[in-house]
């Protein structure tokens, strides 16, 4: 199992899960569903969409098979294995399938981010992420060929143009990230490929060392590019690119410069690109292949470099040398190249968290489910590249075709044009035409036989006179209407092009506004891209709306001795509120002493507003009808649209008399209401606000608002999720204990004050990316005349806890330290280190150091031996309670005993041990010994000078 990450290619992966997954979670994985692989261990319930940012790596599942026999044990059982591709596949395929560009896409002069906006696949299935700014404007006609190969084409031309390279990643959460590699990768090297042992300089410098095989080859050196670019036969335009003089240094065989001049061809290339493709092709040639693979087993790469970052790599055995770049590495000067890591392949072994995401974004935990790998080989590709740039240059040199000259003749149009009205999904009236027409020749008589597609352009006629019925003109105020000959002003509108394949005769336009007259025309084009002449101008008039509205529900009808009081909620007669067609204009309220009666002119009483700002509000329509009740009265309504079309009447409501102050009451203002109690419950329809703009509050059924001079949303509190949204800054007090968030616009900060005093701790959190770091820090204090805090420091890649300055962030104090592969315990006082405690994962000790660099006095720990580097007391110098200390001394010439004193007196008997060293072999013993020091009794009698070595152990 392993995966298998490629820069600007799909790569690969493959998962096995061990034969007790329970088949609901095989059942569950369905086919292009995505597989994310997170160091750590995580919970994908809890965490959900927010892994795919976290993941190392997020694959697409593309296989998926079981089998009864594993064939290694032969036992029948149920294995199951999954497979796939990177993120990438949803730009294009291995086999140039995807969302392919079927209508040409044609950036003209756009910029960098315009244009690779607009080869985003038009499926969503990628969108865009940091589109980065790049110098130039590009150029070009992308058709029949997937978002992928368009994208690397468009960075390649931009690379060639702006003099820095430029790339593309697909991210995890299916984002394009596209600009210069400077802003996607690590372009300034921090990690260093060589035959050095592993590890990190001071400098932060990392070392990869391992097994690793350099090729080197000149197969595909050029010294000029000629590119074949767009056109047929004669009319080929080409581009061209010559190296530069300094690139070539060699000879032929007479001692001429050498020229190697390689063809290319690509036809979707045009002639202003020509040229900038051509050096861009060029580029790739000028200098040896250089391809490095790095095969390790005893470093865990992740976190010193992806793939697409730059690294060193130096090897001067294989010519791996680059006198233009020196670094320093432990105190070595190196000479290494900068190259960049193309691919990396490694296993996936305990430890990572696996997780499958369902096409509803529904999440399933694999980990426990997954056999890992047994192997921690890693292998790494770095400066390894194919022989030709992807997708540039790989069509067949040779000839073409001569150039098709044949120029599609004029469609003529068929009128008149058959059309009608609907409704949209948003319940407007719209209109639809069918357009007709008549195939053409070419212009010079000849049969088109190349025909590609058709392409239809409409606008709104603007010259034309708009008639109005007097139902529609009573609905407009006298100043809004224009001049006599044309009371309606006709819209202003561009240009719509509509495309149609060829062999068709017949197209649908939709989308238009009922009644307005459009311009139309079409011109025929072929497959080499000629265009025909536009036919003339035909104008049409779109179908009037004459579509009626539904018959509304009944109304609720209160009344009293003076009115009746009329609520409308907008909803059709078969059922439902607020749901009558978006092109509402209002409600005619008619009365009568019938509940079968007709509507007329004589019975109607009243016309009240009825919009779709209403019905999406879901704000009822209310009418107050000055009819005095005195015997039974009875309530039809007519919805009317914004055309006149007026729908067939409700159902008879009959008045209910009720107390003149509670539903008769139909227009109360602020003035009307003064001093008093409101004892009942109010339900508001619409919303209560401060003011309509600048600093405001409102209050509406979303929820509780607020709003800046500047008419920013401050707060928000959502009346259907309860989420609260804060902008600026949130206390719990102003005085005392309390909590302040956000209280500065520097760091993201949480604060903590005390029952009194001004001093706080805090926790902050400082981004670096897409990581974030978090400190919490204590309220400052006094340390010998130094503002002192205690912090705990949680960063990328390690966690600290420390005393430190409140003025430089120096340590002053004990400290903690743990990282992945080490932890450090020590004191420190203004960068004076006092002596540190190490335990390490990767030299796999536990050692204490004083913390001194020329007198190093440490002890260790190691797996199998324990090690002391330094000194051990000296007896002149031991304290009485010195618990082990060594030393020796020069005896008197031919003396048969010797007295060794301590010089302090111990606190207990130490005991010592002894040795002798003379010319003669000596039997002796310890005759006598106390607090004060020890005897010594040695046979024969020394010889000579003669020196006494001991050490003494107090119990």
Same mark, same amino acid.
């Given at each position: 199992?392993?995966?298998?990450?490629?820069?600007?290619?799909?790569?690969?992966?493959?998962?096995?899960?061990?034969?007790?997954?329970?088949?609901?979670?095989?059942?569950?994985?369905?086919?292009?569903?995505?597989?994310?692989?997170?160091?750590?261990?995580?919970?994908?319930?809890?965490?959900?969409?927010?892994?795919?940012?976290?993941?190392?790596?997020?694959?697409?599942?593309?296989?998926?098979?079981?089998?009864?026999?594993?064939?290694?044990?032969?036992?029948?059982?149920?294995?199951?294995?999954?497979?796939?591709?990177?993120?990438?596949?949803?730009?294009?395929?291995?086999?140039?399938?995807?969302?392919?560009?079927?209508?040409?896409?044609?950036?003209?002069?756009?910029?960098?981010?315009?244009?690779?906006?607009?080869?985003?696949?038009?499926?969503?299935?990628?969108?865009?992420?940091?589109?980065?700014?790049?110098?130039?404007?590009?150029?070009?006609?992308?058709?029949?060929?997937?978002?992928?190969?368009?994208?690397?084409?468009?960075?390649?031309?931009?690379?060639?143009?702006?003099?820095?390279?430029?790339?593309?990643?697909?991210?995890?959460?299916?984002?394009?990230?596209?600009?210069?590699?400077?802003?996607?990768?690590?372009?300034?090297?921090?990690?260093?490929?060589?035959?050095?042992?592993?590890?990190?300089?001071?400098?932060?410098?990392?070392?990869?060392?391992?097994?690793?095989?350099?090729?080197?080859?000149?197969?595909?050196?050029?010294?000029?590019?000629?590119?074949?670019?767009?056109?047929?036969?004669?009319?080929?335009?080409?581009?061209?690119?010559?190296?530069?003089?300094?690139?070539?240094?060699?000879?032929?065989?007479?001692?001429?410069?050498?020229?190697?001049?390689?063809?290319?061809?690509?036809?979707?290339?045009?002639?202003?690109?020509?040229?900038?493709?051509?050096?861009?092709?060029?580029?790739?040639?000028?200098?040896?292949?250089?391809?490095?693979?790095?095969?390790?087993?005893?470093?865990?790469?992740?976190?010193?470099?992806?793939?697409?970052?730059?690294?060193?790599?130096?090897?001067?055995?294989?010519?791996?040398?680059?006198?233009?770049?020196?670094?320093?590495?432990?105190?070595?000067?190196?000479?290494?190249?900068?190259?960049?890591?193309?691919?990396?392949?490694?296993?996936?072994?305990?430890?990572?968290?696996?997780?499958?995401?369902?096409?509803?974004?529904?999440?399933?935990?694999?980990?426990?489910?997954?056999?890992?790998?047994?192997?921690?080989?890693?292998?790494?590709?770095?400066?390894?590249?194919?022989?030709?740039?992807?997708?540039?240059?790989?069509?067949?040199?040779?000839?073409?075709?001569?150039?098709?000259?044949?120029?599609?003749?004029?469609?003529?149009?068929?009128?008149?044009?058959?059309?009608?009205?609907?409704?949209?999904?948003?319940?407007?009236?719209?209109?639809?035409?069918?357009?007709?027409?008549?195939?053409?020749?070419?212009?010079?008589?000849?049969?088109?036989?190349?025909?590609?597609?058709?392409?239809?352009?409409?606008?709104?006629?603007?010259?034309?006179?708009?008639?109005?019925?007097?139902?529609?003109?009573?609905?407009?105020?006298?100043?809004?209407?224009?001049?006599?000959?044309?009371?309606?002003?006709?819209?202003?509108?561009?240009?719509?092009?509509?495309?149609?394949?060829?062999?068709?005769?017949?197209?649908?336009?939709?989308?238009?506004?009922?009644?307005?007259?459009?311009?139309?025309?079409?011109?025929?084009?072929?497959?080499?891209?000629?265009?025909?002449?536009?036919?003339?101008?035909?104008?049409?008039?779109?179908?009037?709306?004459?579509?009626?509205?539904?018959?509304?529900?009944?109304?609720?009808?209160?009344?009293?001795?003076?009115?009746?009081?009329?609520?409308?909620?907008?909803?059709?007669?078969?059922?439902?509120?607020?749901?009558?067609?978006?092109?509402?204009?209002?409600?005619?309220?008619?009365?009568?002493?019938?509940?079968?009666?007709?509507?007329?002119?004589?019975?109607?009483?009243?016309?009240?507003?009825? $919009? @779709? &700002?209403? *019905?999406? +509000?879901?704000?009822?329509?209310? /009418?107050?009808?000055?009819?005095?009740? %005195?015997? !039974? =009265?009875?309530?039809?309504?007519?919805?009317?649209?914004?055309?006149?079309?007026?729908?067939?009447?409700?159902?008879?409501?009959?008045?209910?008399?009720?107390?003149?102050?509670?539903?008769?009451?139909?227009?109360?203002?602020?003035?009307?209401? $003064? @001093? &008093?109690? *409101?004892? +009942?419950?109010?339900?508001?329809? /619409?919303?209560?606000?401060?003011?309509? %703009?600048? !600093? =405001?509050?409102?209050?509406?059924?979303?929820?509780?608002?607020?709003?800046?001079?500047?008419?920013?949303?401050?707060?928000?509190?959502?009346?259907?999720?309860?989420?609260?949204?804060?902008?600026?800054?949130?206390?719990?007090?102003?005085?005392?204990?309390?909590?302040? *968030?956000?209280?500065?616009?520097?760091?993201?900060?949480?604060?903590?004050?005390?029952?009194?005093?001004?001093?706080?701790?805090?926790?902050?959190?400082?981004?670096?990316?897409?990581?974030?770091?978090?400190?919490?820090?204590?309220?400052?204090?006094?340390?010998?005349?130094?503002?002192?805090?205690?912090?705990?420091?949680?960063?990328?890649?390690?966690?600290?806890?420390?005393? *430190?300055?409140?003025?430089?962030?120096?340590?002053?104090?004990?400290?903690?330290?743990?990282?992945?592969?080490?932890?450090?315990?020590?004191?420190?006082?203004?960068?004076?280190?006092?002596?540190?405690?190490?335990?390490?994962?990767?030299?796999?000790?536990?050692?204490?150091?004083?913390?001194?660099?020329?007198?190093?006095?440490?002890?260790?720990?190691?797996?199998?031996?324990?090690?002391?580097?330094?000194?051990?007391?000296?007896?002149?110098?031991?304290?009485?309670?010195?618990?082990?200390?060594?030393?020796?001394?020069?005896?008197?010439?031919?003396?048969?005993?010797?007295?060794?004193?301590?010089?302090?007196?111990?606190?207990?008997?130490?005991?010592?041990?002894?040795?002798?060293?003379?010319?003669?072999?000596?039997?002796?013993?310890?005759t006598g010994s106390d607090t004060s020091g020890f005897t010594i009794t040695i046979s024969p009698a020394a010889n000579g000078g003669w020196s006494l070595y001991f050490w003494c152990f107090r119990i």
């Open positions: 199992m392993a995966v298998n990450d490629v820069l600007g290619a799909l790569g690969s992966w493959d998962l096995t899960l061990k034969p007790t997954t329970p088949p609901d979670t095989w059942d569950a994985i369905g086919y292009f569903g995505h597989v994310a692989f997170i160091s750590g261990r995580l919970d994908p319930a809890q965490y959900g969409d927010n892994l795919l940012t976290a993941a190392r790596y997020v694959g697409v599942v593309r296989e998926r098979s079981n089998s009864g026999d594993d064939r290694r044990t032969k036992q029948v059982e149920q294995g199951y294995e999954l497979g796939g591709v990177g993120m990438a596949m949803w730009l294009g395929d291995d086999e140039d399938k995807g969302d392919v560009y079927e209508n040409a896409v044609q950036p003209a002069s756009a910029s960098f981010a315009t244009t690779i906006n607009m080869l985003l696949p038009a499926s969503g299935a990628v969108t865009a992420g940091t589109i980065y700014a790049v110098p130039g404007n590009y150029s070009g006609r992308h058709q029949y060929e997937t978002p992928r190969k368009a994208i690397t084409y468009v960075c390649e031309t931009f690379t060639a143009s702006s003099g820095q390279k430029v790339g593309w990643r697909v991210n995890g959460n299916g984002t394009l990230d596209a600009g210069p590699e400077a802003n996607l990768f690590v372009t300034d090297p921090r990690c260093v490929i060589s035959r050095k042992t592993s590890g990190k300089d001071t400098s932060g410098i990392e070392s990869v060392p391992g097994a690793f095989g350099v090729s080197r080859d000149m197969e595909d050196f050029s010294t000029r590019v000629v590119l074949l670019a767009e056109g047929e036969g004669e009319s080929i335009a080409t581009g061209s690119a010559d190296i530069s003089g300094g690139l070539n240094p060699y000879k032929d065989i007479h001692g001429g410069t050498l020229k190697l001049t390689r063809l290319a061809s690509e036809s979707d290339t045009t002639v202003t690109n020509a040229d900038t493709r051509a050096a861009l092709l060029l580029s790739q040639y000028t200098a040896s292949q250089d391809e490095l693979v790095v095969e390790t087993d005893n470093y865990y790469i992740e976190g010193s470099f992806d793939v697409g970052d730059y690294v060193w790599v130096w090897d001067p055995n294989a010519g791996l040398v680059d006198n233009a770049n020196e670094i320093t590495f432990r105190g070595e000067r190196l000479n290494p190249i900068k190259l960049q890591v193309t691919e990396a392949k490694w296993p996936v072994t305990e430890g990572y968290t696996v997780a499958y995401r369902d096409a509803n974004g529904v999440w399933y935990d694999l980990t426990d489910h997954v056999e890992w790998d047994g192997s921690h080989t890693v292998y790494v590709t770095v400066g390894g590249f194919a022989r030709a740039l992807e997708g540039s240059g790989t069509q067949p040199v040779g000839s073409r075709p001569s150039q098709d000259t044949s120029i599609p003749g004029t469609p003529v149009l068929v009128t008149p044009f058959a059309g009608s009205a609907y409704l949209d999904g948003r319940g407007y009236t719209r209109a639809r035409v069918i357009v007709q027409w008549t195939a053409p020749l070419n212009v010079d008589g000849s049969t088109v036989l190349d025909g590609d597609h058709y392409e239809i352009r409409y606008a709104v006629d603007t010259d034309m006179i708009y008639p109005a019925t007097w139902s529609q003109v009573s609905q407009v105020r006298w100043m809004d209407l224009q001049i006599w000959a044309q009371p309606f002003a006709a819209p202003d509108q561009k240009w719509q092009v509509q495309y149609v394949a060829w062999g068709e005769s017949t197209a649908q336009l939709n989308d238009l506004s009922p009644g307005v007259g459009y311009d139309v025309q079409i011109r025929a084009v072929d497959k080499a891209g000629n265009t025909g002449a536009w036919s003339g101008i035909t104008t049409f008039v779109a179908s009037e709306d004459n579509i009626p509205p539904s018959t509304p529900a009944a109304p609720s009808v209160a009344g009293s001795r003076i009115a009746l009081q009329i609520t409308h909620t907008l909803g059709v007669s078969s059922g439902g509120t607020y749901n009558l067609e978006s092109d509402l204009q209002h409600l005619e309220i008619h009365v009568d002493y019938e509940p079968t009666f007709t509507p007329s002119n004589d019975t109607l009483k009243a016309k009240v507003n009825a $919009t @779709a &700002g209403m *019905i999406q +509000a879901q704000i009822p329509a209310v /009418a107050t009808v000055q009819v005095e009740e %005195t015997s !039974a =009265r009875y309530v039809r309504v007519v919805a009317v649209d914004k055309t006149g079309n007026k729908s067939g009447p409700s159902d008879a409501a009959s008045a209910t008399a009720l107390l003149i102050d509670d539903a008769h009451i139909s227009d109360l203002t602020v003035s009307k209401v $003064t @001093a &008093g109690e *409101i004892s +009942a419950d109010w339900i508001v329809g /619409a919303r209560i606000k401060t003011a309509d %703009t600048g !600093a =405001r509050t409102e209050m509406s059924a979303s929820g509780f608002e607020a709003y800046d001079a500047a008419g920013t949303r401050t707060f928000f509190a959502d009346a259907t999720t309860g989420d609260v949204s804060i902008l600026g800054r949130l206390r719990s007090g102003t005085t005392g204990q309390r909590l302040d *968030i956000n209280p500065s616009s520097i760091l993201p900060e949480i604060r903590f004050y005390p029952s009194s005093g001004s001093d706080y701790g805090f926790i902050n959190a400082l981004s670096s990316g897409t990581d974030v770091n978090l400190g919490a820090n204590s309220s400052s204090y006094d340390d010998d005349g130094v503002q002192c805090a205690s912090r705990t420091y949680l960063a990328v890649g390690s966690a600290q806890l420390e005393t *430190i300055r409140s003025d430089t962030q120096q340590r002053r104090g004990g400290y903690v330290w743990a990282q992945p592969d080490a932890l450090f315990a020590g004191f420190n006082r203004d960068g004076v280190e006092g002596g540190t405690i190490l335990a390490s994962a990767n030299v796999g000790t536990f050692g204490w150091n004083d913390g001194t660099a020329s007198t190093a006095n440490l002890m260790r720990f190691q797996s199998g031996v324990t090690r002391h580097i330094g000194r051990w007391r000296d007896f002149v110098s031991a304290d009485s309670n010195e618990g082990l200390f060594t030393g020796s001394v020069v005896a008197t010439s031919g003396a048969t005993s010797f007295s060794v004193g301590y010089g302090a007196t111990m606190l207990t008997q130490p005991l010592p041990l002894t040795s002798i060293r003379d010319d003669v072999v000596h039997s002796y013993a310890i």
